[in-house]
């Protein structure tokens, strides 16, 4: 959201696109046939509780990109005017659209199409736009904290979140990591990542194996947690009690998968490839997680995984994710080519540069009125 004048790292855009078709596939299993509804222990569930799991850690990498490549950044408050018009453009224009092709009308969800951040109709938008007024706060904080204080206050703030959640206690409203204050927390760790050089001081190696491995034991533990308290209580129950953004395993996995992309390098052919989809993927995001999106197209879409052979499984759960990820790509990629030739972008910058001024003159009459007092 704000520009930071560096050398492009690829394997962050990389990154950018790989988290959000992970998303993508996350938000598959939220159809009508949803990962809990496919028969316990099949052979097809665990494929799909497979799946799952390694992909688990998308959103957390998204809020480490963040601070990875912003704590060193301008704010600009233009960056989010763009993101608010974008997100608008999306939950307005695909609210009003369905309703003629459907002709239904409801007045309360097209007043929450027209506030969608108010409304969080998409939840990390929301939490990053609560997140985005902090980020002069963060950003002093990287630059300004002590390395060891700084390194002591984020372990500290994992290991008693992590804890919170292992007791199923939420005393800081964290929501399993669908907050504002849990992207905040990410925004600093990937900042402290990017200010340290902390992926030139591990392995790529050993940062793949520690993501591949946090992932597994994510994986296993639905079915031990499945088995023991069936065995225990007689129904099913905390299976999915490893399994969140803001536990111990999820986020050892999402910074092993960061660190590993960091360190990748591209042919300039692959780079030209990235570097078209990667500005087009938070696009990805708002548009097939609109709600009509997702329940009038994608559900319906979604076959019964439960039926399907299970070698196949993988094959179409990533087969579909690519077609809605490439569909959606090159909608945004209109929608930006859209906004360049209405100039709405250079609109919010006029804005903000006005702002901007008007501020700095009350600012100064009012500091001058308090020296002559």
């Known amino acids: 959201m704000i520009e930071k004048k560096a050398e492009?790292?690829?394997?962050?855009?990389?990154?950018r696109i790989l988290s959000m078709f992970m998303v993508v596939v996350l938000h598959i299993f939220r159809g009508e046939r949803t990962i809990y509804d496919v028969a316990n222990l099949s052979g097809n569930r665990m494929v799909i509780v497979f799946i799952h799991s390694?992909?688990?850690?998308?959103?957390?990498?998204?809020?480490l990109i963040s601070g990875y490549v912003m704590y060193n950044s301008k704010f600009r408050m233009s960056k989010i005017c763009q993101l608010w018009a974008q997100t608008f453009f999306y939950s307005a224009g695909f609210r009003v659209l369905f309703s003629v092709i459907k002709k239904e009308f409801n007045t309360i969800k097209l007043i929450k199409s027209f506030l969608p951040i108010s409304s969080a109709q998409y939840w990390y938008v929301s939490a990053y736009f609560g997140m985005f007024f902090l980020i002069p706060l963060l950003n002093t904080v990287i630059n300004k904290l002590e390395k060891k204080v700084f390194e002591k206050t984020l372990i500290l703030c994992f290991i008693v979140f992590c804890v919170n959640f292992a007791l199923l206690f939420d005393p800081f409203d964290l929501r399993g990591g669908y907050s504002t204050l849990w992207l905040a927390l990410m925004y600093l760790t990937g900042g402290y990542i990017s200010k340290y050089s902390v992926a030139e001081k591990i392995k790529k190696s050993t940062a793949l194996i520690l993501y591949f491995v946090m992932a597994t034991i994510m994986f296993l533990s639905r079915p031990i947690m499945n088995v023991l308290t069936r065995k225990v209580f007689g129904k099913v129950l905390y299976?999915?009690?490893f399994i969140s953004y803001n536990t111990?395993?999820?986020?050892?996995?999402?910074l092993g998968l960061f660190v590993f992309c960091v360190k990748l390098s591209f042919s300039e052919r692959t780079k030209k490839v990235i570097g078209f989809f990667s500005p087009a993927a938070l696009g990805?995001?708002?548009i097939h997680y609109h709600p009509n999106v997702i329940t009038d197209v994608i559900k319906k879409a979604l076959p019964d995984l439960d039926a399907i052979n299970i070698f196949l499984v993988p094959v179409f759960v990533f087969a579909?994710?690519?077609v809605i990820y490439v569909v959606c790509s090159l909608?945004?990629?209109?929608r930006i080519c859209l906004f360049k030739l209405l100039r709405i972008n250079s609109l919010f910058v006029k804005f903000e540069n006005?702002?901007?001024?008007?501020y700095e003159k009350v600012y100064n009459k009012l500091n001058a009125n308090k020296a002559v007092e």
């Open 354 to 358: 006005l702002t901007d001024c008007i």
């Open 284 to 286: 990805v995001y708002l």
């Open 8 to 15: 492009k790292n690829y394997g962050i855009e990389f990154l």
């Open 248 to 254: 111990a395993l999820v986020i050892l996995a999402s």
């Open 320 to 322: 579909f994710a690519l």
């Open 331 to 334: 909608i945004e990629k209109a």
């Open 54 to 63: 390694f992909c688990f850690v998308a959103v957390n990498c998204f809020a």
């Open 239 to 241: 299976e999915d009690l």
